[in-house]
């Protein structure tokens, strides 16, 4: 795809055209969601060999319900599997688009999300089908930089309009909260420049902003020795108190944030921020663990959902860990579950996290919560399990687990997750252990740019401040907690 065109025409369109999804855009979204779909389907082909003949029938069946949907103008999968509603939702949850329905820009990304279905189908067909013959004479042809690169072309100033406007039109921040994150991004445009290609922004590029941080003077609009200088004099002064490490991990979380919002919509094909933080003073066992990295955790996923090295001998060894990484509750928390604890409310699955029962506790008033079941632990077949266990006659979820006064009902999944799992996967660190799965749901949340007291209240952490712990007692709606659980 060709670079971006100008933005500068959006100048002509006023407040309307915040809320119209552009033509490019639609294609570069779709564009690098098939494409990353690709790219695992190659990954699986490398690893396992060529596509059985139920994967190439469905493949192929796919290229002919999306070619059929295009010409007919009717769902591609005819309503057999989901709609076209069910697919641009999944999209607009994923991406965080806006697509209202009956709109032109609805339809048109229908018409797009077709074609670029189809075309993913033959991509991955023929791909497995070069296989089919060796050649020894064609070399891959090589690419220059500027042919790879079809991220777009976005100045860091327009992605950050582009990124507030959708937040604080979705409300996912205080008006406190998003003016001391514009404070961050202004200071993120103020190191980079605001013309800089946000395509551009790699990682030597977070890391000069980490380093710049550190020199950063705390106060500096209100501090007669910063006020008024410029970036470059301030960080030259000497005897400045600078940022606490705290405060820069909130800058960076916030810029990590903007960069996986700039991901999921097709500006940048990589979050030059993510993961990227100070460790601060250790303060208790708790701030002793570390989050997993992104990687960490596709492999444990590999694993849990593969079992290919054959680690995954008992059903809570797959369960427990899913539960753990997809809703990041406490290990005691998830293995003392009741089947009774699995429901839905208002049309949403949920685990409902309560002290109901023999042997059951809390670590706090604010550890009795609804925790949304993720999407990922639906489609992986969670109630399925919850249906088998049911018909067995059992009460609770992990009927094998023995309590124990100290450890409640956690000792088993987390000598085996810790002793066992980790260690045979070669990620086993002091720091890397079950509770780390708690640690990168926080991550994860945050950096996605959900408000932090929706974080604590998916994860069971007091929430603070006066409004918060006294005049907002009913507490999130479950269907808010979703959407943000979903950002993981």
């Not at 023995?402 to 799992?421: D, I, P, Q």
Request: with cysteine; charged share 30%.
């Amino acid at each position: 795809m060709a670079r971006w065109l100008s933005y500068e025409a959006e100048q002509l369109m006023a407040k309307g055209a915040a809320s119209i999804m552009r033509y490019d855009e639609m294609r570069a979204v779709l564009k690098n969601h098939f494409r990353v779909a690709l790219q695992r389907k190659q990954d699986h082909i490398a690893a396992h060999g060529r596509l059985d003949h139920l994967e190439v029938a469905a493949l192929s069946n796919g290229y002919a319900f999306a070619q059929e949907a295009e010409q007919a103008k009717q769902d591609i999968f005819n309503g057999l599997v989901q709609s076209d509603d069910d697919l641009i939702d999944g999209f607009s949850r994923r991406y965080g688009l806006t697509l209202e329905p009956g709109t032109d820009a609805y339809a048109q990304f229908r018409t797009e999300m077709r074609r670029a279905y189809r075309d993913y189908c033959k991509a991955a067909l023929d791909y497995d089908q070069s296989l089919g013959t060796y050649s020894y004479t064609d070399s891959m042809p090589v690419q220059s930089d500027q042919a790879r690169d079809e991220t777009p072309k976005v100045t860091l100033e327009k992605i950050v309009q582009r990124f507030v406007d959708e937040e604080m039109r979705a409300e996912r921040w205080t008006r406190h909260s998003a003016d001391q994150k514009r404070q961050y991004l202004d200071v993120l445009q103020e190191i980079l420049g605001k013309g800089r290609d946000i395509g551009s922004v790699r990682a030597p590029e977070a890391q000069k902003v980490k380093e710049t941080l550190l020199r950063y003077p705390k106060n500096r609009n209100k501090n007669p020795k910063t006020r008024g200088l410029s970036l470059e004099a301030v960080l030259e002064l000497k005897g400045i108190e600078t940022l606490t490490v705290r405060t820069i991990n909130a800058y960076l979380q916030t810029y990590a944030a903007l960069f996986a919002w700039a991901r999921r919509n097709g500006y940048v094909q990589e979050n030059a921020f993510d993961g990227v933080s100070l460790r601060e003073k250790r303060r208790s066992q708790e701030a002793d663990r570390d989050a997993f990295s992104p990687a960490q955790v596709d492999h444990m996923l590999r694993e849990l959902l593969t079992n290919k090295a054959g680690l995954i001998r008992k059903e809570f060894q797959k369960w427990g860990p899913l539960i753990g990484i997809y809703s990041g509750a406490r290990l005691n928390e998830i293995c003392q579950i009741h089947l009774k604890d699995i429901r839905q409310i208002d049309g949403i699955w949920c685990f409902d996290l309560n002290d109901e029962g023999e042997g059951k506790k809390l670590k706090n008033m604010s550890s009795r919560r609804c925790v949304p079941i993720h999407s990922q632990l639906l489609e992986n077949g969670f109630l399925d399990y919850v249906s088998v266990v049911r018909e067995r006659g059992a009460e609770r979820l992990f009927p094998d687990f023995s309590y124990s006064a100290k450890e409640g009902y956690g000792r088993t999944l987390g000598r085996w997750f810790n002793e066992r799992f980790l260690v045979e996967l070669g990620i086993k660190t002091e720091a890397l252990v079950f509770h780390s799965l708690r640690h990168t749901m926080v991550t994860r949340l945050m950096q996605a740019g959900v408000e932090e007291n929706l974080v604590k209240a998916i994860v069971g952490h007091t929430r603070e401040g006066v409004t918060q712990q006294h005049y907002f007692k009913q507490g999130y709606t479950v269907t808010q907690l979703k959407d943000a659980l979903e950002r993981y």
